[in-house]
């Protein structure tokens, strides 16, 4: 390996990727003094949590709605590390469920007790399973067993089970729900507030200052440089773009599992039989410009239930969170959906999927006209949503691939908890660390 070794102080790395969990490994290892280049095949950082922006338009948007929650300690953390956490804003929108014809906010106890569609001793068992799970276990591994779909029936009652938490899962998961094992539902219960958090500027900007602190620090990020493959020889690991070839003594990739496949196919058998194991779900967003508030409440966040008949499986008016001022004045709306990679939605053409989310929007206020839509973006990602079965602890691949010096953190690293970008703040930096 070009006479170094992979544990002396001065390493050259390469990391795949300047999403969250790339940045904030390139962070760590700048801090710790290591060589660091990042190789990054988009024109911009942030990954799936970047943005774009419009003429007109002071902030960016994200191209699939984000936001932080009041737990999300590891991104705060950054933020601070980097000196951008005054930009940070909280808030508290409304998150609205969907309940025979009619929205209803369930996002604190106040707003479970008016809620019609359960009666007071399923609100009961409800609140008491809710609060179970919240403030007294941690224990994760023991609901790993379960799946949420038979624990939430036993403990949390089928009339609440089947009415707010089925549909949801079933929304997001489809028919793999039932199989979702319920360490990944805890995970919700335990990190979710309804206090929501977003960047100044929108997330591209954060990504943007956390890039700046990587250049700063003597980081080299090469944006428009999609690396097509990685191979150990008797130089180190060789990381091969269009443009050129280079060597590193480590190098960590975070893109998908089934990218990590073509990029690494000096794998052995094993890890890479466990990559293709590893289940996940694409996301696609409708964002609608429109030129009048949709939610005649103000409401942020719909959860719609599958079989009400939406096309998708939450709406979400950013700009019930975020000033449309920033946004020239536009209404900002996201309808979303998670569905399997071979879903028609991903081959259909943008106009026909505009088309059919528009024809559902009335729902949301009958006076909405498609006169009021005055631009809209589709955008699509095959890798979006890790599916955890039950005892998917057992299941994951190590950070730290069987080949010395290569190491793999994605999305589906971040189990129990569901994928965030704190998270994948969190697993960067302990990567990083286990790296060096
Ligand atoms: C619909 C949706 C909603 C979400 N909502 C939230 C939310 O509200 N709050 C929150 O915190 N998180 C949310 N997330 C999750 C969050 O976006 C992710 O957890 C986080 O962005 C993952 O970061 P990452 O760096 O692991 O991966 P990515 O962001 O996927 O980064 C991987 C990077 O690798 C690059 N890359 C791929 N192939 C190559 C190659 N061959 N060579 C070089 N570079 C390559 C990609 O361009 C990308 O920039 C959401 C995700 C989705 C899909």
Redesign the pocket.
Known sequence: MSGRTVSSWHMRIAI???????LAAAYELLLKGQHVEV????LQ??????GFQQPGWSWSLEK?????FAT?RD?LRLAEAIGVRQRVIFKRPVTVVYHQGQFYPLDSPQAVLRFPGLGFKDKLQFALATAYLKFVTNNWRALERFTADEWCRRWMGRAAYEVIWQPLLEGKFGELHTQVNMAWLWARFKARTPRLGTFEGGFQAFFDALAEAVCQRGGVIHYG????QVLRDDRGWKVQTAACTSWFDQVLI??SPR?LLR?APQLPVDYAAALRQLRSLG?L?VIFALRHPLSPRGYYWHNLPKSAGFPFLALCEHTNFVEAEHFGGQRLVYC?DYLPPEHPYFTAPDHELVELFAGSLHRFNPQFSKSWISDAWVFR?P???PVPFVNHSRALPTTRTPLAGLWF???SH?YPWD??????VRLGREVAQAMV
């Open positions: 795949v990727g300047a999403g969250a969990t790339g190789f990054e095949a988009a950082p942030g990954g799936l949590a970047g699939f709605y984000h936001h932080w999300d991104v440089t999609p690396v097509a975070t893109t990218l990029l996301a967003v979303g990602e890798y979006a949503q953190a994605s999305m971040v994928r965030g970008t704190n998270y994948a």
